[in-house]
């Protein structure tokens, strides 16, 4: 797979090809953190003709397994229809030095994940955040930054990452029917419920 122009969607799938954080992913580049975190609030945006190059020297020096990986990170983003109707809001909610986490029941299996909601035309993905946030686990909070977006790699659905903060509630599991437990987790022990791969790296950079 060729890359004429990257761009910040591009530049974070590579990113994640690496399985690296920002800052890694900046040594690696030799370009700045705050760079990195761009392209993640930014997807849309084109790095300047220097890091394009730069880009194109790391794309090429990586090996097969990061090329495969990236082949299918980049693939194409849904057309505005399919995007806004495959919409999802997810809450990251800390409260001192723990994160909230539900256990989702899936097809054959349960997964820890954070507080999530589809985003239906007309609503804002950090409203719905919120208000998913106190239906699933009972607990009210506030959106203090927008963290970024993604296509999933597992799932082709666009998601709308929000940190936020708790403000009052107990965790309880209020959706028995889609999760079996909620809880607080100390956000050092957060890869231990969901593995450090499969989360979005500005998570990591937040809970740092």
């Not at 690496?18 to 890694?24: C, G, P």
């Not at 609030?41 to 990236?70: C, G, H, M, W």
């Not at 990251?92 to 723990?98: E, K, L, N």
Request: charge should be neutral; aromatic fraction near 6%; include cysteine.
């Amino acid at each position: 797979m060729e890359v004429v122009t990257w761009t910040g969607r591009t530049a974070c799938a590579l990113q994640q090809a690496l399985r690296m954080t920002n800052e890694q992913f900046a040594e690696h580049l030799d370009v700045g953190v705050r760079t990195v975190a761009s392209w993640h609030s930014a997807p849309d945006k084109i790095p300047k003709n220097d890091t394009q190059q730069l880009l194109d020297t790391a794309y090429e020096r990586a090996p097969a397994s990061v090329i495969r990986r990236f082949a299918a990170l980049s693939r194409p983003t849904p057309s505005a229809a399919q995007a806004q109707a495959f919409r999802v809001a997810v809450a990251v909610v800390t409260r001192g030095a723990d994160v909230l986490l539900v256990c989702r029941r899936g097809d054959d299996a349960l997964t820890w994940q954070f507080p999530a909601g589809t985003v239906k035309p007309g609503r804002k993905a950090e409203v719905v955040a919120v208000e998913e946030t106190r239906a699933e686990t009972g607990v009210r909070c506030a959106v203090r930054q927008r963290l970024g977006e993604r296509v999933h790699p597992r799932t082709g659905v666009l998601v709308d990452y929000f940190l936020a903060e708790h403000l009052m509630g107990e965790a309880e599991n209020r959706d028995p029917d889609e999760n079996s437990d909620v809880a607080w987790v100390p956000r050092a022990d957060l890869t231990r419920f969901i593995p450090e791969q499969q989360i979005y790296p500005p998570i990591l950079e937040a809970l740092a």
